[in-house]
């Protein structure tokens, strides 16, 4: 059993930045991925960005390259995703996702994760 708790989302102007924390508890020995999604309103959930957990290779969408940056904390169980330059297109309810067996398709699909956070709001205003 794992469990993840996010952090960080808020009210921020246009051009702002924000920091997300996403906390996994639990049985974290087997942690392969970790990754953030997002959904806006009437919209699928989006891959954000991900971080291989031994290696720490990262992976971002087209989206968010150049402003966002994911990283970990291993000795914490911790992921963060620093957002900086926010657009109001950036709006939406950010979740953690984890990966804990062996990547057997895509890392930007949801059915790739284990577990999930319960979602935390951001929303940027013009």
């Known amino acids: 059993q794992v469990q993840l708790v996010e952090s960080g989302g808020g009210l921020v102007q246009a051009g702002g930045s924000l920091r997300l924390s996403c906390a996994a508890s639990g049985r974290t020995f087997s942690i392969v991925v970790m990754g953030w999604f997002r959904q806006a309103p009437g919209k699928e959930r989006e891959f954000v960005a991900a971080i291989s957990w031994n290696g720490g290779s990262t992976y971002y969408s087209d989206s968010v390259k150049g402003r966002f940056t994911i990283s970990r904390d291993n000795a914490k169980n911790t992921v963060y995703l620093q957002m900086n330059s926010l657009k109001p297109e950036d709006t939406a309810v950010y979740y953690c996702?984890?990966?804990?067996?062996?990547?057997?398709?895509?890392?930007?699909?949801?059915?790739?994760?284990?577990?999930w956070g319960q979602g935390t709001q951001v929303t940027v205003s013009s």
């Open positions: 996702a984890l990966m804990s067996g062996p990547l057997s398709g895509w890392l930007r699909a949801r059915s790739s994760y284990d577990y």
